[in-house]
Structures are given as structure tokens and as C-alpha cells.
């Protein structure tokens, strides 16, 4: 599988084949171009390689030496309907091209069967792919185009179907973006086995996977010139707040290499509340960490901080700054993510939102919890149907310069509300020293409760009630950050926001109408009277 001169000949081989049929002289592969990437996975690294989900993916040792294995099921989700498994050669981007490879398809036998190879990769929403499968239909055995809605065949021709075995299979695939040309070639068969014109996107990543199922890959090599022009700028970060362990993590996973954000933290300002204990003992730590680690430039003020950036993550672990740090940010005409709590108050809240609608400038909030796969899952499992009830909860401290809920109740809120979706009339709250119960009424009937621990055994979570049967839904071994981030990353890249601002203003509506109720002993609180009270 690793010989050279195999390799070679049968490169020469394949164009010479093509010639004969096509009627053109056709570029041998050592002439299309420079040899831009080229792996046979020997080194067992991964480095090169960015995948839809990392999971899915490894390097396996076979008789032939190592191969790169899609050897699972991917929990990716695309925004459009397209393949789930995706792995793109992380930092080559080209127009135009010749790829070849090895293919081995490691699924079961059925029409569907198939392997993919994605190109002109621009972003989750754009790009091309051919898939290779046993029987053509409309979107199978095709070559197709994901262009911000469901993919769609565009193939002009194409065999009646490619039949996949258990044996390993040479793939070609060559695109010409000035003449727009694209055809596939498989084995030795001396005409390809699809082709097609279009001249949507002339650059782009290169990539293999599969739509839904699994395989191997060896010896790819890519000829062709590297695209002029298509460098994408940084997208400068800047934080506000530096005493949370949120501040260190973000900035990790952000400024990560092998993550290829296109975004970089690169300015901080530390801030710091000496009345929070959990600030105050943490504010010097981190802004060191951050100045020491990352490389990051602290400032002296929120003004100077904007001036270095493209977009802000407002972080301070104290919500009652918020509204203040803020303004400035809003003011420079910055897009802001602010962390939890949103604000220390629903007023504040109303606010913020207010003010950055008013001056055209994107802002949300949320809680990591919201991207929790089987909590944000559950409005789309089968299992559960449509949504009738959920219970939430979480661990909810208390601080005594907030709201009770807001500190760490607003995690079991969010994930209530996550679930349910907006829509709550009234709240009514009962406490004692250990806990708190929460039971909000929908507009629809629907009866959506939060439960909060102080004491014994805790975690994130719900349980959801639906027509078709009642689901646990819990925040799942190993769940951190990473899908909040990456609703981050693509907030700053687009503008879109991921949660409505009257969402988010329902959500501390809520926990300031629990804390009315406790006030009230119980009594039922509307959502309605406390928006319009903090509105005034």
C-alpha cells in the first residue's frame, strides 16, 4: 500500500486512461499544480486533520501500515441537511486541484453505502461533495452542493451506481475553477464516474468522510495551487473581567491551534469586585495566567480594550457591573457575549438588550448548558415527542449580592427553559436551608419546574415529558465548555445571535418572579408584572 512506484504508475496510468476516453490531454497528477499535502499516516498523528467530530476518527494499524479510520457514528449536527462525519486537512485551502486516495468502505452492504470526499470547504453551510455509493438516486452516487440550505444533487453525469466492497479502492478527483469542471474518478475504469460544471465556489478546504457511515483512508496526496487571496483575517478578542475560571478555559480553547477558530483572545482587562469573595481571591490569579500563558495584553481600561479588538467576551463572575462594563463596548460598536449572570438585575438585563438593539450592535448571554447535546437534543428526540413538561436541575448556590437564582440557579434555568422554550405566565417558589422548587405554568397549560441543591449529591440535568414517553436528559460524563464556545465562535463570525434577547429576558424574569414569591410565601407570581415593573 506504501509503495512509491505503485503509486506513481498507477497515477500515470490513470491519466493516460483518461486521455484516451475524455478526447483531451489531460494534467498528470505530478503536473496539476504543486504537491500542496500528502499523508500515509505512518507518524499515527492527527495534527493535520480537523474533524466534525474528533471522536469518530483515529489512526489504525493494518497489514499495510497505519490508516486514518472513521470508525463511528457522529453526534455533529449540521445546520442544513448534509454529512455528519467530515474530516478536513486543517490549514490547506485551494482552487484548483487534483486529489487522490484510498478508499475502503467498512459499512454494511446496502444502496446508501458510501464514502464521501468534501471540497471548496468554506464553512459548515458551503461547500461541495461527491458521494460514492452503490446506487444513484437523487442524492446518492452524486456530486452535490451544501450552499446555506440542504444539500443538492448538481451531477450533469454519472454511472448507475459505484460498488463498494471489501477491498481498498483508488478515488481521483479533479477540479478545474476556471472552467468549473469537476469529475471523479474511481479504479481503472477509463471514464469517470460523475462529472459536472459549476462555478459557485473556486476556493476552499479539502476533505474525506461519509455522509452517515464508516470507512478507511490512506495515501491521499493533493496537487494544485494554493488559493490567492483567501487568508481569513484574525478575529481579535478582547476579555472584560478576568476572575473566573471561565476567563483561563475560554481563552484556551479559543486561542487552540488545532480548534481553527479564526479567532485569538488577545487583550484583557481585569476588573474584579472586592465584595464577591469568589472575585477578589481569584482576580490577580487569572489576569497572571492570562498575561504569563497566553500572551494576552492587559489594559488598564475597558476603552483601551476596544480599540485593540473585533469582539468581546464580557466575563466578570459579578453581574452587577455588567451594565456599566458594557456600555463602552456597545458605544465602540462591538458584538459582546456576556457570561452568566447576564446582569444583577432583571432592570439591567432589560437594559443591555435595549441598548444594543438601539445601537445595532449583537449581544446574548447563556449558560453553557443550553449546548449540553442530550439537553438541547430533547426537543428532536423521537423518544420524546412533543414537549409537555420538563423537570430541571441544578446546583444553586447562593451570593448574597444576587438574585438567589441568578449565581448558579440560572444553569437549571436555562436548561429548563431550553427544553420547554419561552412562553411561562407564572412562577411560584418554595426554599429551605438545603434547596429550592420552582414551578412555572406555561401559556399552553404545560408545567415546567426547577429544582436547586445546596446539600448531598448534585449535577445538571432533566428529566423531559413528552408525547411519546418521559426521557432523562443529563449533562453527560465529560461536558464542558465546548459547545457553548463554539455557539460563541460563530455568534462573533456572523452576527446571529444564538438565543433571543426575550429569552434570555423570560429567563431572569423567572428567577426574579421566584424571588417575588418567596417574598410572598409561595404565592403565584406573573412574568408579565415583573418585566413591566423592571421596564419602567
Known sequence: MKSAICWKMLVVLSALMTAAVVGTEPVAAEDAGQMLFKADFEDGSLDAWQATDPRAWRIESTRGGKVLSLFGKSNYKPKVRSPFNINLIRDVVVGSFTLELKMLSTTKNYDHRDLCLFFGHQDPSHFYYVHIANRSDDVANSILVVDGKPRVSIVKTRTGGTKWDDDWHTVRLVRDVDKGTIEVFFDNRSEPIMTTVDHRFKWGKIGVGSFDDTGKFDDIKLWGQAAAGTEK??????????????????????????????????????????????????VEKFTKQMREEFGVEIVD?????????????????????????????IAAKKPVFIDKPMAGSLKDVIEIFRLAKENDVPCFSSSSLRFCPAIAGMKDNPEVGEILGCDAY??????????????????????????????????????????????????????GTFRGSRAGGWDFGAVAHGSKGVVFAPRGRGFGYEGLVEHIIDFFKTGKVPVPAEETIEIFAFMTAADESKAKGGLPVSIKSVIEKAGR
Not at 481600561?301 to 463596548?329: A, M, W, Y
Not at 422548587?437 to 406555561?442: A, D, E, K, L, Q
Open 233 to 282: 483575517k484574525v478575529f481579535r478578542l478582547g476579555m472584560i473581567g478576568l476572575d473566573t475560571s471561565h476567563v483561563p478555559t475560554f481563552t484556551k480553547a479559543i486561542n487552540e491551534a488545532k480548534n481553527n477558530y479564526g479567532c485569538k483572545v488577545v487583550v484583557g482587562y481585569a476588573g474584579g469586585s472586592p465584595d464577591v469573595e469568589a472575585s477578589a481571591t481569584r
Open 301 to 329: 481600561t475597558i476603552e483601551e480594550l476596544c480599540e485593540k479588538v473585533d469582539g468581546v467576551l464580557l466575563e466578570s463572575v459579578d453581574g452587577r457591573p455588567h451594565l456599566e462594563q458594557v456600555k463602552p463596548v
Open 394 to 447: 441544578s446546583p444553586c448556590h447562593l451570593e448574597p449580592h444576587h438574585p438567589d437564582l441568578y449565581w448558579y440557579g440560572v444553569h437549571g434555568v436555562e436548561t429548563l427553559y431550553t427544553i420547554m422554550g419561552p412562553g411561562c405566565e407564572t412562577v411560584r417558589r418554595v426554599q429551605t436551608k438545603d434547596g429550592e422548587f420552582v414551578v412555572g405554568i406555561w401559556k399552553d397549560g404545560r408545567i
